[in-house]
């Protein structure tokens, strides 16, 4: 067994490697730029060492500065993660050369499966499902919208070293085709310094289902059941279970093997993913194979009670796998949420900044049986970086079926405290409690069509509203209680608190009484409805579990001006609980309108301004591209929303901008 391994990552991906690492006896060396200086995974490994500049290509893509860190520290073997070098041929060839152990596949198959052009031939060949496209290098964006056009719109752009989402664009029509190209292209360039682009249908209606693949050095291939990965944007993946809702026995075997047909093609060993698109009839076709750990590998390690990693190691090692395929069993269900920095009430545009409360739920074994794990690379107080992946953390859920596994992952997204910047957490919560998700009825198209217009949160029904508004009562009976108690007051003018409240929320007002019974504190409605209420809240806590009705909420709550603020399952209101008289008061008060931005167009995210497309005088139509704005790694085009003339450009490309700062003014 090893010694000592570095790992040649950083984030949540390290952290998650140095975990199992300690638990085998392994030392372990972290590596970091300078924006990593103290981040999570630095303070966790037994050294580190710093290897350059905050941009990944002068840092954690550079081989020479990995290979003198190993150097360095006589580190005998390297955990690559994923993304960075962990699918890069020469990196494992020049560790070979240094005589360290890669963790991971051979170098053959990493060129084999890295090059998506190559990698469909071998699919082709070893007997794998292929979806219809053009199997070669394109040239330029002409070339592109004849290939296009003769496949057959919509088609799939995508980069043949790409991975993650990065060079990857649906184009519908030849306009979409032609600035899919050089995007893709652009982004291609940036991210893997490889530009090579190709073509291929989109299927439509189409489910994501990978396969785990896991391979030792004496022969033995094995898979270890599928993941739905379905439920993305803009090719990213959002929210991952294992197994898929979808699948049958029958189809999940053929897709097994197959993967392993591919995999024993290659000579593969260590952990692998085949990815597969599946129609609506359950046809299933290869897609791409991941040579590396998937970030999404958490729920499959829930379902098999494997870890992944320690396979990885223990493979490099050149240990025969201790298990066969007999003896691989799914047992319950497992979800991952991704947690990103990232705003989801401006169409998930990127955030950075600090994290001024980073508090996730409680891990391990919960009370009704179920089991919550949160991988991550963060802290309270840690930065959010422009440099690298928006990527905060990994929260997934286990439960014995389906639908305890859902109900367990929206209680912990609830108790999942976040602060500082945008994030998705309310987005992660929506979805939870949509009745398509719960029946399982997933597509790549997902999310594009529960939120065609974007998210804008949760609007609560009846119900809801009527909890929130009980919770709002018991928390401004809580706040009157102690306003109360202020010594120094002369006894016979001290406050007297009312127990009759108009609260207000969601566009919603309810006429309200608060008081104790023998059964414990209530709420009554106008209605005579009568709501039962405990709490643990206290004035400063920021999240609280509130029974209603003998119904446990977690509850966010914070003090926002004279109002609460409410946030539960994708829900974020502010309630205002007045008297009587001040609410009827408040009724007369004219209410404040937002600015009038519809002639600016204002930089939607932290960024760089790649790109200006326009100039003053001229007149744009709707969905034209009017500026390009690089940001964590990705290319955001921003289009015009409907025809106007340019008045005014405000910064030139290469400016760096804040959230909101002004590109352009329209008359």
Same mark, same amino acid.
């Given at each position: 067994?090893?010694?000592?391994?570095?790992?040649?990552?950083?984030?949540?991906?390290?952290?998650?490697?140095?975990?199992?690492?300690?638990?085998?006896?392994?030392?372990?060396?972290?590596?970091?730029?300078?924006?990593?200086?103290?981040?999570?995974?630095?303070?966790?490994?037994?050294?580190?060492?710093?290897?350059?500049?905050?941009?990944?290509?002068?840092?954690?893509?550079?081989?020479?500065?990995?290979?003198?860190?190993?150097?360095?520290?006589?580190?005998?073997?390297?955990?690559?993660?994923?993304?960075?070098?962990?699918?890069?041929?020469?990196?494992?060839?020049?560790?070979?050369? $240094?005589?360290?152990?890669?963790?991971?596949?051979?170098? @053959?198959?990493?060129?084999?499966?890295?090059?998506?052009?190559?990698?469909?031939?071998?699919?082709?060949? !070893?007997?794998? *499902? +292929?979806?219809?496209?053009?199997?070669?290098?394109?040239?330029?964006?002409?070339?592109?919208?004849?290939?296009?056009? *003769?496949?057959?719109?919509?088609?799939?752009?995508?980069?043949?070293?790409?991975?993650?989402?990065?060079?990857?664009?649906?184009?519908?029509?030849? =306009?979409?085709? =032609?600035?899919?190209?050089?995007?893709?292209?652009?982004?291609? @360039?940036?991210?893997?310094?490889?530009?090579?682009?190709?073509?291929?249908?989109?299927?439509?209606?189409?489910?994501?289902?990978?396969? %785990?693949?896991?391979?030792?050095?004496?022969?033995?291939?094995?898979?270890?059941?599928?993941?739905?990965?379905?439920?993305?944007?803009?090719? %990213?993946?959002?929210? $991952?279970?294992?197994?898929?809702?979808?699948?049958?026995?029958?189809?999940?075997?053929?897709?097994?093997?197959?993967?392993?047909?591919?995999?024993?093609?290659?000579?593969?060993?260590?952990?692998?993913?085949?990815?597969?698109?599946?129609?609506?009839?359950?046809?299933?076709?290869?897609?791409?194979?991941?040579?590396?750990?998937?970030?999404?590998?958490?729920?499959?390690?829930?379902?098999?009670?494997?870890?992944?990693?320690?396979?990885?190691?223990?493979?490099?090692?050149?240990?025969?796998?201790?298990?066969?395929?007999?003896?691989?069993?799914? $047992?319950?269900?497992?979800?991952?949420?991704?947690?990103?920095?990232?705003?989801?009430?401006?169409?998930?545009?990127?955030?950075?900044?600090?994290?001024?409360?980073?508090?996730?739920?409680?891990?391990?074994?919960?009370?009704?049986?179920?089991?919550?794990?949160?991988?991550?690379?963060?802290?309270?107080?840690?930065?959010?970086?422009?440099?690298?992946?928006?990527?905060?953390?990994?929260?997934?859920?286990?439960?014995?079926?389906?639908? *305890?596994?859902?109900?367990?992952?929206?209680?912990?997204?609830? &108790?999942?405290?976040?602060?500082?910047?945008?994030?998705?957490?309310?987005?992660?919560?929506?979805?939870?409690?949509?009745?398509?998700?719960?029946?399982?009825?997933?597509?790549?198209?997902?999310?594009?069509?529960?939120?065609?217009?974007?998210?804008?949160?949760?609007?609560?029904?009846?119900?809801?509203?009527?909890?929130?508004? &009980?919770?709002?009562? +018991?928390?401004?009976?809580?706040?009157?209680?102690?306003?109360?108690?202020?010594?120094?007051?002369?006894?016979?003018?001290?406050?007297?608190?009312?127990?009759?409240?108009?609260? *207000?929320?969601?566009?919603?007002?309810?006429?309200?009484?608060?008081?104790?019974?023998?059964?414990?504190?209530?709420?009554?409605?106008?209605?005579?409805?009568?709501?039962?209420?405990?709490?643990?809240?206290?004035?400063?806590?920021?999240? !609280?579990?509130?029974?209603?009705?003998?119904?446990?909420?977690?509850?966010?709550?914070?003090?926002?001006?004279?109002?609460?603020?409410?946030?539960?399952?994708?829900?974020?209101?502010?309630?205002?609980?007045?008297?009587?008289?001040?609410?009827?008061?408040?009724?007369?008060?004219?209410?404040?309108?937002?600015?009038? +931005?519809? @002639?600016?167009?204002?930089?939607?995210?932290?960024?760089?301004?790649?790109?200006?497309?326009?100039?003053?005088?001229?007149?744009?139509?709707?969905?034209?591209?009017?500026?390009?704005?690089?940001?964590?790694?990705?290319?955001?085009?921003?289009?015009?929303?409907?025809?106007?003339?340019?008045?005014?450009?405000?910064?030139?490309?290469?400016?760096?901008?804040?959230?909101?700062?002004?590109?352009?003014?329209?008359?």
């Amino acid at each position: 067994m090893f010694k000592k391994i570095l790992i040649a990552n950083r984030g949540e991906i390290a952290c998650r490697v140095i975990r199992t690492a300690r638990k085998l006896g392994i030392a372990t060396v972290a590596v970091h730029s300078d924006a990593d200086r103290d981040a999570m995974h630095v303070r966790l490994a037994d050294e580190a060492v710093h290897i350059g500049p905050s941009p990944s290509s002068q840092s954690y893509i550079v081989i020479d500065k990995i290979l003198e860190a190993i150097r360095k520290t006589g580190a005998d073997a390297v955990h690559p993660g994923y993304g960075f070098l962990s699918e890069n041929a020469a990196f494992a060839e020049a560790l070979e050369k $240094e005589g360290v152990a890669f963790i991971g596949p051979p170098v @053959k198959a990493i060129e084999a499966m890295g090059d998506k052009i190559t990698s469909k031939k071998l699919a082709a060949k !070893a007997g794998v *499902s +292929t979806v219809p496209g053009h199997i070669g290098l394109i040239e330029d964006a002409d070339e592109a919208v004849r290939i296009a056009s *003769s496949i057959g719109f919509p088609v799939m752009i995508k980069a043949s070293a790409g991975g993650g989402g990065k060079g990857m664009r649906i184009a519908w029509n030849e =306009r979409e085709a =032609r600035e899919g190209f050089q995007s893709s292209k652009n982004e291609a @360039k940036n991210a893997f310094g490889d530009d090579r682009i190709f073509i291929e249908k989109f299927v439509t209606e189409p489910r994501h289902i990978e396969i %785990q693949v896991l391979g030792d050095k004496h022969g033995n291939t094995l898979y270890l059941g599928e993941r739905e990965c379905s439920i993305q944007r803009r090719n %990213q993946k959002v929210i $991952e279970e294992a197994p898929s809702p979808f699948l049958d026995e029958t189809t999940r075997r053929a897709m097994g093997e197959q993967a392993v047909a591919l995999a024993r093609a290659v000579g593969y060993h260590s952990a692998g993913t085949v990815e597969f698109i599946v129609d609506a009839e359950r046809n299933f076709y290869f897609l791409e194979m991941n040579t590396r750990l998937q970030v999404e590998h958490p729920v499959t390690e829930l379902v098999t009670d494997l870890d992944l990693v320690e396979q990885m190691i223990r493979v490099a090692a050149g240990e025969k796998l201790s298990f066969t395929q007999d003896e691989i069993k799914l $047992e319950g269900w497992a979800i991952e949420s991704r947690l990103y920095a990232e705003d989801p009430y401006r169409n998930f545009l990127p955030s950075i900044g600090r994290l001024t409360r980073y508090r996730p739920p409680e891990e391990g074994r919960q009370e009704g049986g179920t089991v919550i794990r949160n991988d991550t690379g963060v802290f309270e107080g840690g930065e959010i970086s422009m440099y690298y992946d928006p990527m905060i953390a990994k929260l997934c859920a286990w439960g014995p079926d389906r639908a *305890s596994a859902v109900e367990a992952m929206a209680e912990a997204l609830d &108790a999942f405290e976040v602060e500082g910047i945008g994030h998705n957490l309310p987005f992660l919560s929506a979805v939870m409690q949509q009745e398509r998700f719960r029946e399982g009825r997933l597509t790549t198209a997902y999310i594009a069509e529960e939120f065609a217009d974007g998210f804008q949160g949760v609007t609560p029904d009846e119900a809801s509203a009527m909890k929130l508004a &009980a919770v709002a009562v +018991t928390v401004n009976q809580a706040l009157q209680e102690r306003a109360s108690q202020i010594s120094g007051t002369i006894g016979n003018h001290r406050r007297i608190v009312g127990h009759e409240w108009v609260t *207000s929320l969601a566009e919603r007002e309810f006429q309200m009484t608060s008081g104790v019974s023998a059964d414990g504190a209530y709420v009554r409605f106008a209605d005579e409805r009568a709501i039962s209420v405990d709490s643990d809240w206290v004035p400063g806590r920021t999240l !609280a579990t509130f029974n209603i009705d003998n119904q446990p909420m977690a509850v966010k709550v914070d003090l926002v001006g004279t109002g609460i603020r409410l946030r539960w399952r994708g829900i974020d209101v502010v309630a205002r609980v007045r008297s009587p008289r001040v609410a009827e008061l408040a009724r007369l008060m004219p209410k404040k309108l937002p600015p009038d +931005t519809s @002639k600016m167009l204002l930089c939607p995210m932290p960024g760089v301004v790649t790109s200006i497309t326009v100039k003053a005088g001229d007149t744009v139509e709707a969905g034209q591209s009017l500026a390009v704005v690089e940001a964590m790694k990705m290319e955001n085009i921003l289009r015009a929303e409907k025809r106007a003339t340019v008045k005014r450009v405000a910064i030139a490309a290469g400016a760096s901008l804040a959230v909101d700062e002004l590109i352009m003014e329209f008359e």
